[in-house]
């Protein structure tokens, strides 16, 4: 089999994943529009590179063959204790850091050059150029010699030797060693590496590639997305954010503190990496700076024309003159930027969800999810209807407790065990007048 014919399998692999063409192109166009050197930087630990090598090479060669081309970043922790041991070498950790003598350089120096080599011949047998820099590219300088032999803290990114990749049309694949003053090899946190190339290469997208495929919740459940603005207090408190999980939001945030209000993490596998990029769903964790969610419960207080054009871009169809008039509003959550509004009324006994639109510019940040769970936090018996065509089913589907289909309505509910009252709220909504003008 060729090289271009196994590229070429692979696209049409990871493509049958999804459904939404329009999803990819809006990602693909998103993702175009800036200086390719500041896509992505893609850190990939030690397990990833020992355990699934060959589908981390297939998701790169996909990126590329698209014209993304990411700066990836590679440990080999796993690795170096086997070959540490393997040459009968001792190691210890100080303070979260592997000791580096002289012996545990010269072996973390081959280990490091091996992976990397690995993984560059991994890409291009998918078709794709792969230039790997296992030195040269860090700057660093001594962290505490004394303390820890040769553990070196970056100091400067060598920018312009990896944008020169970038431009050749190769995909630059770094190691975590550092070059100190007088050309001493330093052995680098991979942690500390990553914060220092993101710092210089302002990315859009920061990826971290890991066995798990996000960031875990209490009950070992991926959380689909964090919206720092409004979450990070509130998970920090949480009973279950301990030690290494509050360490990872700690650094997260440290991430995107420093870098540009458009760029994200996303924590996600190899495998499902496309799928996380390119759909709205994604497939792993994404972190954002975000937004914080404001409500109100005064109409007065709103910006009803800001929400009115909101309501009518999602839905596509223009509101009955008497729409705005006619609510009985009980609460409205709007984002900071109003690209996201929720709006709940009263009907009759029950709280109803009568509007929740989300702008295009903000599918795929996670807003949504914001939004929902700030709202249901306050609601937790709610009620809406939605068209067969409502681009957001998929989402109600997974949110609801459970829903009736009338006619041309879906009526979801969560949080109502009584079926009479369930009976009387399907039948009031499904027989509730269009909100929109034919």
């Known amino acids: 089999m060729s090289n271009d014919r196994s590229v070429r399998q692979t696209i049409v692999q990871l493509l049958s994943n999804m459904s ?66 393997a040459a009968g070498v001792g190691s210890e950790r100080l303070d979260g850091l592997r000791v580096t003598t002289r012996e545990v350089l010269d072996v973390a120096r081959d280990t490091f ?136 939001l700690t650094q997260i945030k440290q991430l995107l503190d420093g870098s540009p209000e458009e760029t994200s993490v996303s924590i996600t596998t190899p495998s499902a990496l496309v799928q996380e990029l390119f759909t709205h769903t994604g497939a792993g964790t994404l972190v954002r700076q975000g937004e914080r969610i404001v409500v109100e419960s005064e109409p ?37 930027t109003e690209r996201a509004v929720a709006i709940v009324t009263n009907l009759d006994e029950f709280s109803y969800l009568d509007k929740f639109a989300i702008d295009d510019t903000a599918r795929g940040e996670g807003l949504a999810r914001t939004l929902w769970d700030r709202m249901t936090s306050d609601f937790p018996t709610l009620f809406w209807r939605s068209r067969s065509d409502n681009r957001f089913n998929a989402f109600y589907l997974k949110e609801a407790d459970g829903f009736v289909r009338r006619g041309d309505w879906s009526v979801f509910w969560i949080g109502e065990p009584d079926f009479d009252r369930i009976s009387r709220a399907v039948k009031l909504i499904a027989d509730m007048p269009e909100d929109f003008d034919e």
């Open 20 to 85: 939404d063409s329009k999803e990819i192109r809006t990602y693909l166009q998103r993702f175009s529009s800036i200086d390719q050197a500041r896509f992505a930087v893609i850190k990939i630990g030690g397990a990833i590179l020992r355990d699934r090598l060959e589908e981390t090479a297939a998701s790169l060669a996909f990126l590329h063959t698209v014209g993304l081309t990411p700066i990836v970043l590679h440990g080999g922790g796993p690795q170096l204790d086997d070959d540490l041991a």
């Open 113 to 248: 050059t091996a992976r990397n080599i690995e993984l560059v011949e991994a890409v291009r047998t998918q078709g794709v150029s792969a230039h790997g820099l296992t030195q040269g590219a860090f700057d660093a300088r001594l962290l505490n010699e004394e303390r820890y032999g040769y553990v070196g803290e970056p100091a400067e990114v060598r920018l312009d030797l990896i944008r020169s990749i970038v431009q050749s049309g190769a995909i630059p694949i770094l190691t975590c060693l550092g070059v100190a003053p007088g050309g001493q090899l330093v052995n680098m946190n991979a942690d500390a590496a990553t914060r220092e190339l993101v710092q210089a290469v302002q990315p859009m997208k920061i990826i971290f590639l890991t066995e798990t495929g996000g960031l875990l919740d209490g009950e070992g459940n991926i959380i689909d997305s964090i919206n720092l603005a409004s979450d990070y207090e509130q998970l920090l408190e949480a009973d279950w954010v301990h030690s290494g999980m509050e360490l990872k």
């Open 300 to 336: 007065t207080s709103l910006n009803r024309e800001s929400i009115v054009s909101l309501v009518e871009s999602a839905f596509g169809r223009k509101l009955r003159s008497s729409w705005w008039q006619e609510l009985d509003m009980e609460r409205a959550y709007s984002s900071d």
